[in-house]
């Protein structure tokens, strides 16, 4: 925690001082006219008294001033926030190996299912935009803020079918991001480029613009046999694209470590910690308190 | 008159050590199998003696003190003597009736550890206090003066018998020092009256298992608090 004026704290400590003393006066003062009885054991005994009453009074208006004085300081902490003006990219396979079934229900519908609680749990005002690609990329939803125009745009994800052209996504994620922002691609593949542009050179060209790539590759070890062909990850390539362009890569061998990959990517890519002023929350919490606190005190009899 | 060193016969009874042994009936204790005291009517003069706990605990109250209204029951106690009768008061220094200096500081025990060495026997002893220090282990001494003396105890009746008078987070100052900062609810002052009533039971039980008279001292007035333990009408 920062402050802009820390010198508000040690006024504020002088004050309570100051406070403490004249309430000191003023209790003894008050002592002088309390109520005159035979035998102060007997009484404590006959009425069991609940001394926790008074020490949450003391602890409110402690804690309600103190408030107060570190709202006036100014201070900052560090909060997470959503990125400002964070724009993300999920570049989907629909290449035809993510029918494999090794994930369940299919590398596909995990996907789907995946980069849909990604767009819901992201936070407002985050842009959002969607490529899937196969034999070639293709833009199904552009970057837009509005949760409900990207989570239909998933609905529209097409069916599995053709080469894997992960360089050409790449290249439709770079003509749509605007020139300043916080801009993310998140890959999710199964498979190999083979078709396209070449990837390494594009993560190489987000590398260079600072616009990081998170890899997600999912399918299991064996991987699965479509078309007779064996539909395998390049963990490799897909490290790689990820290293050269500031980015991480995740494995997720079923759809919870893909949900979980995502989220999490969800959180780094979409969320950061930075200083927030919250001497305003401070003062209010503070001054709220000390109502409370100085209400309970007039209901108890005591004031303050 | 008074049970004494008369003539006149009143009772046998159980002997009590420092009975004079003059008194025992010895037909009448082979008979009952154990030492009998033969009760006779005092001719000579009655000893009337007051105790009074004039601590600070004592000098509280609503409208007075407590201690006010127990000098006027002492005042009217004495009142009650005829000619020849004897006055004392145990306790610290007073001005009236000769007295038997207890401490400078009042101390029950030592008040009625006094009293049983001073008062000779047969006397009748009005002891005023509000008795928080009364425990059991009071109990043997009670019963030794009670069945010295004709003993009458006045229970100085809390002031706020019907009902603490604050509410709220309140600060009590002792009388003999101290002091409580509590808070005062329904439930504070219900707890309250039950203890300060439950405390007069108790005190009226261990009296009268010493074989003592009791009653109320009510701080409005000593005199009728007297008649009411004795049962006079006004």
Redesign the interface.
């Known amino acids: 925690m920062t402050f802009d004026a820390p010198w508000v704290l040690a006024v504020g400590a002088v004050v309570a001082i100051g406070l403490t003393w004249i309430y000191r006066l003023a209790e003894n003062r008050i002592g002088a006219q309390a109520l005159r009885y035979s035998n102060v054991a007997f009484l404590a005994s006959a009425i069991h008294p609940r001394p926790w009453l008074t020490r949450i009074l003391n602890a409110g208006w402690i804690v309600a001033l103190c408030a107060v004085v570190v709202g006036l300081a100014g201070p900052h902490l560090r909060l997470p926030v959503p990125v400002a003006n964070g724009n993300v990219f999920i570049c989907i396979d629909t290449s035809g190996s993510m029918a494999s079934t090794d994930v369940s229900p299919t590398r596909a519908a995990a996907s789907q299912a995946a980069a849909r609680a990604f767009v819901e749990d992201a936070p407002a005002g985050i842009k959002i935009g969607l490529i899937t690609f196969s034999g070639n990329a293709e833009l199904i939803a552009p970057l837009n803020a509005n949760k409900d125009t990207t989570l239909a745009a998933i609905d529209q994800i097409p069916s599995p079918n053709g080469a894997t052209a992960i360089g050409d996504a790449l290249r439709l994620a770079a003509t749509q991001f605007p020139p300043a922002g916080h801009n993310v691609v998140v890959l999710i593949t199964d498979g190999v480029n083979n078709t396209g542009v070449d990837p390494q050179e594009m993560a190489e060209y987000f590398g260079a613009h600072h616009v990081p790539i998170y890899t997600i590759g999912i399918g299991t070890p064996n991987g699965d046999i479509i078309g007779g062909e064996e539909s395998t990850i390049d963990e490799h390539a897909l490290e790689s694209y990820a290293e050269v362009s500031g980015g991480a890569y995740a494995r997720a061998e079923n759809a919870a470590q893909l949900r979980d990959a995502l989220a999490r990517l969800g959180r780094e890519t979409t969320i950061e910690h930075r200083p927030v002023a919250a001497g305003f929350g401070f003062v209010v919490a503070g001054a709220g308190l000390l109502v409370v606190t100085m209400l309970s005190g007039l209901y108890v009899g005591r004031f303050p | 008159m008074y049970r004494g060193d008369g003539y006149e016969f009143v009772e046998l009874r159980a002997y009590v050590p420092g009975d004079d042994v003059r008194r025992i009936d010895w037909a009448a204790t082979a008979r009952a199998g154990e030492l009998q005291t033969r009760v006779v009517l005092e001719d000579v003069a009655l000893t009337l003696a007051v105790l009074i706990d004039d601590s600070a605990?004592?000098q509280?109250g609503r409208s007075r003190t407590?201690l006010t209204a127990a000098e006027e029951a002492a005042t009217a106690w004495f009142g009650t003597a005829r000619g020849g009768d004897r006055l004392l008061r145990v306790g610290s220094d007073h001005a009236g009736p000769p007295h038997v200096p207890v401490a400078t500081a009042f101390e029950m025990r030592r008040a009625l550890e006094t009293a049983r060495a001073a008062l000779r026997r047969g006397t009748a002893l009005l002891a005023i206090g509000?008795w928080?220090e009364l425990d059991d282990r009071y109990d043997d001494l009670l019963a030794n003066l009670g069945a010295w003396c004709d003993c009458t105890a006045m229970i100085a009746r809390?002031?706020?018998y019907d009902g603490l008078?604050?509410?709220?987070?309140?600060?009590?100052?002792?009388?003999?020092?101290?002091?409580?900062?509590?808070?005062?609810g329904a439930r504070?002052?219900a707890?309250?009256a039950?203890?300060?009533r439950a405390?007069e039971d108790v005190l009226a039980q261990r009296f009268a298992r010493a074989g003592w008279r009791s009653g109320i001292l009510h701080e409005s007035d000593g005199v009728a608090s007297l008649r009411a333990v004795f049962g006079v009408p006004a």
């Open positions: 605990s004592m509280v407590l509000d928080y809390d002031p706020w008078p604050v509410g709220g987070i309140v600060r009590f100052a002792g009388a003999e020092g101290g002091m409580l900062r509590a808070f005062v504070e002052r707890a309250f039950a203890a300060v405390r």
